[in-house]
């Protein structure tokens, strides 16, 4: 397996913003309560720091919740240490994702406060979750639900994500063609979630009528097939969307200051956007294929062939 640095703080120069922006994540499940709560942490570091943010945009998805701050210049660093302060007291809340982008005579100060590219283990349940099935019907459309264990942590995060490219990153990739053979108007999508702090891999498909079953199990067995014989030309796009995939955050310093902590916070390794060409390029493509073979391990189990 091909391992990445993980020594390298989340902290980037950019001197396309004269604010420094510092981006905080959770692993936790949104509801009122926690919104409450981390609304009353934010005005407590306010007023410990008498730092006031400039803005603060809140973001959540499938098993975190954070928030990018804008903060005036030469405070920063000030305000961080007050969150790090309030975070270590507080007791209701696991400890949060810190990245930080902004001016490079901003960040020396930063480097020893934000998170580290792959320094926290997974809070996983000792036994980990089985995959499961589960089935909808909504307007005469059939819905299968799979969720299975996420292979990143073994198979690695780099791997892992040249996996899914190779999978699933649009037409003419593996599942789709795959997919196409079994049913033309079936879809079949794959998405990375947490759930009760570890990462979980996701399959949704979706197939006019019925028979999804039947439909999922011959997408599989074809998508088996053509991870086989993969042919160099497949790779090479999975790794060219891959790389395309991972530069797009660097649009724009908010955005680049959110994905490094949501990849740190959800477990898909913060070093991929730090160095994703050095990072992809020391993948082998044995072991792209063999996470993409992981990547359909819950679609085999609930199917009953593992």
Do not use: K
Not at 30 to 39: F, S
Not at 188 to 204: D, E, F, H, M
């Amino acid at each position: 397996m091909t391992t990445i640095s993980r020594t390298r703080p989340l902290v980037v120069a950019d001197q396309r913003s004269v604010f420094t922006l510092v981006a905080v994540h959770w692993r936790i499940q949104t509801d009122q309560y926690v919104e409450g709560h981390l609304i009353s942490l934010m005005q407590q570091v306010e007023a410990h720091s008498g730092v006031t943010p400039l803005a603060l945009e809140w973001c959540s998805g499938e098993g975190f919740l954070g928030a990018v701050v804008s903060l005036p210049p030469g405070e920063a660093a000030q305000w961080t240490q007050a969150l790090r302060s309030a975070s270590t007291e507080n007791f209701l809340l696991p400890d949060p994702f810190l990245a930080c982008v902004g001016p490079s005579h901003e960040l020396i100060e930063m480097e020893g406060l934000v998170s580290t590219a792959g320094e926290a283990d997974f809070s996983a349940p000792e036994e980990p979750e089985p995959s499961t099935l589960r089935r909808s019907e909504v307007s005469g459309f059939e819905q299968l639900f799979v969720s299975g264990e996420d292979p990143g942590p073994t198979a690695g995060q780099a791997a892992t994500f040249l996996g899914i490219c190779l999978l699933a990153a649009g037409p003419g990739t593996i599942l789709p063609d795959s997919v196409t053979s079994a049913h033309h108007s079936a879809l079949l999508q794959v998405s990375r979630t947490l759930s009760r702090g570890a990462p979980r891999i996701n399959w949704q498909l979706i197939v006019a009528g019925q028979g999804g079953l039947p439909i999922m199990a011959t997408a599989l067995s074809r998508a088996e097939e053509l991870l086989e014989r993969c042919e160099a030309d497949r790779l090479h796009r999975a790794r060219r969307y891959g790389l395309a995939n991972l530069r797009r955050p660097w649009c724009s310093p908010q955005q680049l200051v959110r994905s490094l902590a949501q990849y740190e916070t959800a477990g898909w390794g913060a070093q991929l956007l730090l160095e994703p060409d050095e990072v992809l390029n020391a993948v082998p493509d044995a072991d792209v294929i063999q996470a993409a073979e992981s990547l359909l391990r819950p679609l085999r189990e609930v199917l009953g062939r593992s």
